[in-house]
């Protein structure tokens, strides 16, 4: 469980930088996310408290003044701590630019943590940009100021840049290909064929990746693309269910229900109504009792 706002926004891919969605947390105890995998570049910071990051089967033990990156198409998991559970802040994005921003900052998912002594900087921007959220253009324009002066203050904490990129072409080329053809009936002999690769070693290379195999993560690439349709999309579950690969809607829902506990539309319904008073705005009420009273943002 968490104390959480949350905005989620309709995903533009083919601009530069498109915020995907951003917010804060209060967890509770032993609060976890995942079994996951994200369909965009995820930042979380830490601002109180600790908690455990997994991916790549490594575990990194986080507290205040840490965070990590998701990025996207990898199976990550994300535990708060019993005793002294995290409070974060977070932002997604994606975009024609979003890797070369996220290997500027010397992270990757090969050295995904990262340490920063700014934490009140980077939160207040972001509440900035949760309190300023209507669709509208100035406060499109204002979110993105806000994201890239979050960026601009962990590029400044992270004095020794050094990141690693995966150059395994094969997990490159698998992986875009899935990415490519998931409203197909894209299969594991399919990615194999157009790599190049008999499947037993497709497979050897999956689980030592991403901790799963070919065909698990093209379940969960599928589902894990519904759930964010679902939040950041007025679109029907049958046309969700389509462009994620399943052939009809039923489907969707039956797995949707296995994973989740309730249905897609039943989903959607929960997160407009947690987002009820961030639709428009956020509250005055929801805003005070999570960060105090609102002021006028000065840089």
């Known amino acids: 469980m968490e104390n959480s706002i949350t905005i989620a926004l309709p995903v ?53 003044g840490q965070g990590f ?67 509208n253009p100035a406060d499109n324009y204002r979110a993105l100021g806000m994201f890239y002066l979050f960026m601009g203050t962990l590029a400044n904490s992270q004095h020794n840049v050094g990141f690693s990129i995966n150059s395994n072409t094969y997990m490159q080329h698998a992986i875009s290909y899935i990415q490519s053809h998931i409203t197909e009936s894209v299969s594991v002999e399919s990615v194999a064929d157009y790599v190049g690769l008999n499947r037993s070693y497709l497979s050897v290379l999956f689980k030592k990746q991403t901790g799963l195999s070919p065909m698990k993560y093209i379940q969960n690439y599928r589902l894990t693309k519904a759930l964010h349709m679902l939040e950041s999309s ?31 539309t039943a989903y959607r319904k929960q997160v407009l109504s947690r987002n009820t008073a961030t639709d428009k705005n956020i509250s005055e009420d929801v805003y005070e009792n999570i960060i105090g009273a609102p002021s006028d943002f000065v840089d």
């Open 234 to 264: 007025t679109l029907s579950v049958e046309s969700i269910a389509f462009s994620c690969g399943y052939q009809k809607a039923e489907s969707l829902t039956k797995v949707f229900h296995k994973y989740y506990g309730m249905s897609p």
């Open 12 to 64: 533009y891919s083919q601009q530069d930088i498109c915020l995907n969605s951003f917010g804060h947390s209060i967890t509770n105890g032993g609060h976890k996310y995942g079994p996951a995998v994200r369909s965009y570049y995820l930042i979380h910071y830490i601002l109180e408290g600790k908690g455990e990051f997994w991916v790549n089967n490594i575990k990194y033990s986080l507290s205040k």
């Open 69 to 135: 990156l998701i990025e996207p198409d990898y199976q990550t998991t994300y535990i708060s701590n019993e005793h002294t559970p995290w409070t974060y802040i977070w932002v997604g994005f994606s975009g024609n630019n979003a890797s070369k921003i996220v290997h500027s900052l010397g992270l990757s998912q090969d050295t995904p943590v990262f340490t920063c002594d700014e934490g009140e900087k980077l939160k207040k921007y972001v509440m900035e940009m949760i309190r300023h959220n209507k669709l």
